[in-house]
């Protein structure tokens, strides 16, 4: 049997390809029923347990983040830089070199409430994400970079478990100080006539700093006064096999985005089985070929 080891390759492509699009298409499939199926809860009223929320994204003490690669301010970035190396005389292949994710919670706010995000372990889906060749800013041009973030005040759609406690993750200080600044935020008049001394209009870095340390002596009160046992909630990764998706985006937007994902797997899937009929009907005719040459040359 003298069979192209083309087509082997093709049954082994057909394979692989198979195997991902069904894992494809029934994980994404999965996560679109969770999706829609989890009734959307409220930060105040949401039981413990898995939820979905919907809400924006503060800095959990006041003070954002910002993005390794560009320096862009955020509650949760990622990045990672990949550099070309030569395969052969013409060909080049890329190699991860350093990639690093924030894992600093930060808080979900709705209109009433609030609560503690841990991103450990989650699907992030963030829509600020940039790629760029080295040269564009001025770094090492054999490389090549992908950073994302969430902004401060972005929108997102959470799916996860929400907990009392997690972890080392309670209320703290500093968190109950950036969960006033968040709601003093929101009524900026007030915030003017309480901390603009100079009366300009608006909160400059020392004024700031004014209203941050107000915050901590107000967090400091609450919680020589708060009941024992008093507990943030934290929304984090579930222990069980449901997923942990933070999505920069509305519900049926998420839902819509992993039906065209399941629907991909599906369309690979056929694709695969397509390729493999067809290498299967090709290593048949050579072996039915070189059968029937058998023959005539017994003959």
């Known amino acids: 049997m003298h069979t192209a080891p083309f087509f082997f390759y093709v049954l082994l492509a057909g394979g692989a390809g198979t195997l991902l699009g069904l894992y494809t298409f029934f994980r994404r499939w999965r996560e679109q029923r969770l999706i829609e199926d989890t009734p959307q809860a409220r930060v105040r009223s949401a039981p ?15 003070k954002p983040l910002h993005a390794p690669l560009t320096g862009r301010s955020c509650v949760w970035w990622t990045y990672r830089v990949e550099r070309r190396e030569r395969d052969g005389l013409f060909a080049n292949s890329w190699s991860c070199t350093d990639s690093d994710t924030s894992e600093r919670p930060f808080l979900l706010a709705d209109e009433d409430q609030y609560c503690l995000v841990d991103p450990q372990g989650a699907e992030v889906e963030p829509n600020e994400r940039r790629r760029w060749p080295g040269s564009r800013y001025k770094f090492d041009q054999n490389c090549r970079y992908m950073e994302a973030i969430l902004a401060e005040d972005t929108p997102l759609c959470i799916l996860g478990e929400l907990r009392a406690n997690h972890g080392s993750v309670t209320n703290t200080i500093d968190e109950e100080a950036a969960a006033l600044l968040s709601q003093w935020k929101q009524d ?9 001394a100079n009366h300009d209009g608006h909160i400059d870095a020392a004024e700031w700093e004014v209203a941050r340390a107000a915050a901590v002596a107000q967090a400091q009160h609450n ?5 024992p046992g008093v507990r943030v909630n934290v929304l984090a990764k579930p222990g069980g096999s449901q997923p942990f998706v933070i999505a920069e985006c509305s519900v049926g937007q998420l839902a819509h985005l992993e039906q065209w994902r399941a629907r991909a797997g599906l369309a690979l899937t056929l694709l ?13 005719a050579e072996d039915a070929s070189a059968a029937a040459q058998a023959v005539v040359t017994e003959r």
Request: aromatic share 8%; no cysteine.
């Open 48 to 62: 413990q347990g898995y939820v979905k929320l919907s809400g924006h994204a503060r800095s959990a003490d006041g």
């Open 188 to 196: 900026q008049p007030a915030l003017l006539k309480r901390f603009d």
């Open 223 to 227: 919680k020589v006064h708060e009941p």
């Open 272 to 284: 695969s089985l397509v390729a493999i009929g067809y290498a299967l009907a090709h290593i048949r």
